[in-house]
């Protein structure tokens, strides 16, 4: 049993923030020491892509009410939801930030359809 289901207090997450700390900090130690400074289980291209593309400065407050979001509308719908990046991460033509305005909640079928495309015309999105 874990330390926390022994003692939920003792957890060093506090409720709501889905360990935004620990993030920042894996996220400092990454630029500073490279990919050996991750936990082995963080060491995957989409994860260490995601590290990147998430600024210092974001509010990952905002980040988690999509994936609240993407949550409440699996359990409403009964039809499983993801939280997909607008922009991708990765792609050769463009690269995405992980920041709120960059995501949204949707089928997860229609993002596995999606997969990691960009279609130009979507620069009308940012059109202001």
């Known amino acids: 049993m874990s330390m926390r289901k022994k003692n939920p207090s003792r957890s060093s997450v506090k409720p709501g923030t889905f360990g935004a ?15 050996e ?3 082995p289980s963080w060491r995957k291209a989409w994860l260490i892509q995601r590290i990147v ?9 905002e980040i988690r009410k999509v994936y609240i979001e993407a949550q409440r ?14 922009v ?8 995405g930030l992980h920041v709120p305005w960059n995501l949204r909640a949707i089928p997860k079928a229609v993002n596995a359809a999606k997969s990691n495309t960009w279609n130009p015309d979507q620069l ?5």
């Open 21 to 35: 700390r620990q993030c920042r900090l894996k996220r400092r130690a990454f630029f500073e020491r490279g990919v």
């Open 37 to 39: 400074a991750l936990p």
């Open 53 to 61: 593309a998430t600024p210092e400065w974001v509010d990952m407050a």
């Open 73 to 86: 509308l699996t359990e409403e719908t009964g039809i499983p939801h993801q939280v997909d990046h607008e």
């Open 88 to 95: 991708p991460l990765m792609h050769p033509a463009v690269c």
């Open 124 to 128: 009308a999105l940012f059109e202001l």
